[in-house]
């Protein structure tokens, strides 16, 4: 590579490889030729090129510009719209429409619609999912929905293989009724979008749209789209941790599950970690008064059932909070505490230390969470979720009973039937299911004799009593 050439690559979230156990990690590294490269907000490659009024080394010096001074930055970026280049007519649509913070910048939506439709002209494939999706919702007082022209815009931006497209294309087909949007969805997926995943997980849930009810496949999607950081299947995964929906129950992980669905801006999180906190659930401290905040929020947010439970939330406030604890702020206080003391903290702080085994690593747990340190994320949705057992049904335990009898009487030295040849009216009433409450359930309705006793063969069948 020469100097201020760039390497694209181009990844999936899996590579084909299923992480049973643990996390998936990919390291990239970007060496750069020289000191003054490395500093924050300089690209000196660029600058040449924009002296030359080359379009995509305007772009890029706007962009190493717009870390200091938004307008400058607006003028190198202008510049290269007039000569159509289609990344930087996508990212002045962006700065048009939401302008960045502190930036000074003017909203103007009529300048942000003109600069994606050129570049949607131009074949730009993320202008194409970004101006479709906003036609097809539409914006009250910005921008008229459009339904055909969004589908139009969407399905172009689909055959370019981008996964906002697929998910937009895909619900709104799914909701005129057509069956084609559960492949645009499973496309999506297959690209790690977590909306995607999210809805899918709800449809194998919820047995929609012709799909079949499968737990397993719901808790598979649920985890993806948690594991990508979305805040609603954060919260329905925890929801199915704390009340044990088809996976063993764990109390600890799912109030973790909820203070990141939480802190994410879910108004379903916010009232779940709310009751959390209401209720000590999962080792977490009571505090009413941040559970009434919690609740508050999400009621905010419009969340309905936020609202109905407010005033349990005030009339729990009105009484004075446990009493307060003394908590450490700094590396000397941890370090001061006992084993004990660590473990105590750590539990009402409803912080996992299962993996910690000596006094330094419960020190080191407790410091990632002193106050002012911004908390790590928590790797509970990657973790394996352990699912229920499957359940047999009444004929499998009638043919698990009828094979250890068989297998019985062959370790005696019978030459026994095989277990498929038994008569099946023999053993459908043999025994009524939740009445056996003591005892061996095969107990024979006679005392069989031994072959070398009489010399007389066994019966092949024996009757199950309850």
């Given amino acids: 590579l020469n100097r201020g050439d760039i390497c694209l690559f181009q990844y999936d979230l899996y590579h084909g490889v299923d992480v049973q156990e643990g996390s998936q990690l990919e390291l990239v590294l970007h060496f750069k030729d020289s000191p003054q490269a490395v500093a924050d907000g300089t690209c000196p490659w660029y600058w040449s090129l924009a002296k030359e009024n080359h379009p995509a080394g305007l772009y890029g010096h706007a962009l190493s ?33 939401e302008p960045p913070t502190e930036s000074g910048l003017q909203e103007s939506s009529a300048s942000a619609v003109a600069l994606w439709r050129r570049a949607a002209e131009l074949g730009h494939c993320r202008s194409r999912s970004r101006y479709g999706g906003l036609l097809m919702q539409g914006v009250p007082g ?7 022209e969004g589908k139009r815009l ?11 497209a697929a998910f937009h294309l895909g619900h709104a087909l799914l909701q005129d009724g057509d069956r084609d949007g559960a492949t645009k969805l499973l496309a999506a997926c297959a690209k790690g979008h977590p909306r995607a ?4 997980a709800e449809m194998y849930r919820e047995g929609q749209f012709q799909f079949p009810k499968d737990v397993q496949q719901s808790i598979r999607y649920t985890k993806w789209a948690a594991h990508q950081g979305d805040g609603q299947a954060l919260s329905n995964l925890g929801h199915m941790l704390i009340n044990g929906m088809g996976v063993v129950k764990d109390e600890a992980k799912a109030v973790r599950l909820f203070r990141h669905a939480a802190k994410l801006g879910a108004a379903e999180g916010m009232l779940n970690y709310g009751l959390a906190l209401l209720r000590g659930s999962g080792g977490v401290k009571v505090d009413y008064q941040e559970a009434l905040e919690w609740a508050q929020k999400s009621a905010a947010l419009g969340h309905g059932l936020a ?65 002012g340190v911004a908390e790590p994320w928590d790797a509970a949705p990657e973790h394996t979720v352990l699912l229920e057992p499957k359940k047999l049904s009444k004929e499998d335990i009638l043919r698990q009973r009828a ?20 008569d099946k009216g023999a053993q459908e009433p043999a025994v009524k299911l939740g009445e056996a409450s003591g ?23 024996f009757e199950l009593v309850d």
């Fill in 197 to 200: 995943c999210f809805q899918v």
């Fill in 307 to 371: 609202h109905q439970q407010l005033s349990m939330f005030f009339n729990a406030a009105k009484h004075p909070n446990p009493p307060a604890r003394c908590v450490p702020s700094s590396m000397e206080e941890l370090r001061s505490l006992g084993v004990r003391e660590l473990r105590d903290l750590l539990r009402l702080e409803g912080i996992d230390f299962s993996d910690c085994v000596e006094k330094s690593d419960l020190i080191a747990r407790a410091a990632l969470h002193l106050p």
């Fill in 154 to 164: 969407l399905r172009l931006a689909f055959e370019q293989d981008d996964p906002d």
């Fill in 403 to 422: 094979q250890a009898a068989a297998s019985k009487l062959s370790g005696q030295g019978y030459d026994t039937a095989p277990v498929n040849a038994v």
């Fill in 142 to 148: 910005r921008l008229a929905q459009d339904l055909w």
């Fill in 439 to 461: 005892g061996s359930l095969f107990q024979e309705k006679e005392q069989i004799p031994t072959a070398k006793q009489e010399g007389e063969p066994p019966p092949d069948v």
């Fill in 65 to 97: 510009l717009a870390v200091q001074n938004y307008f400058s930055a607006k003028e190198f970026l202008d510049k290269a719209c007039e000569q159509d280049h289609v990344e930087a007519l996508y990212t002045a649509a962006e700065w048009c429409w």
